[in-house]
């Protein structure tokens, strides 16, 4: 469960990472622009987008990668990210916990105070 809560908090760092993208881009540039999930993985290593599309064509099939690949690809990062990430941490919530602590008063049970008496 510790897993699903890591990989939850990094594709919501991930998504916080790509609305700061999507904000530079737009500042610089004027035009508002989500950042696509094949862009992204263009961005990071063009080769390794064009070997996995060479390979997917080659030995699976040329319209797995034209009807399933590249549409997931055109999904812009940051729905994905924040999706994604929202149902891991859903997914690794701790289970027979009890309800969550407050943030005011924490997530332990406030301690008694002993009467010592006179």
């Known amino acids: 469960m510790v897993v699903f809560r890591v990989l939850g908090w990094l594709l919501l760092a991930?998504?916080?990472?790509?609305?700061v993208h999507d904000c530079l881009v737009w500042w610089t540039d004027g035009t508002f622009h989500l950042l696509g999930l094949g862009d992204l993985w263009s961005h990071?290593?063009?080769?390794?987008?064009g070997d996995a599309q060479a390979a997917i064509q080659r030995h699976l099939s040329v319209s797995l990668w034209n009807w399933l690949v590249q549409p997931v690809l055109m999904i812009p990062a940051l729905p994905a990210f924040l999706v994604l990430?929202?149902?891991?941490?859903?997914?690794?919530?701790?289970?027979?916990?009890?309800?969550?602590?407050?943030?005011?008063?924490?997530?332990?049970?406030?301690?008694?105070r002993r009467n010592r008496g006179l």
């Not at 990071?44 to 987008?49: A, E, G, K, W």
């Not at 690794?92 to 301690?111: A, K, T």
């Open 44 to 49: 990071l290593d063009v080769r390794s987008l």
């Open 85 to 112: 990430g929202t149902v891991f941490l859903w997914l690794g919530g701790r289970v027979g916990d009890g309800p969550p602590g407050g943030f005011v008063l924490g997530s332990r049970p406030p301690r008694r």
């Open 14 to 19: 991930m998504a916080v990472a790509a609305v």
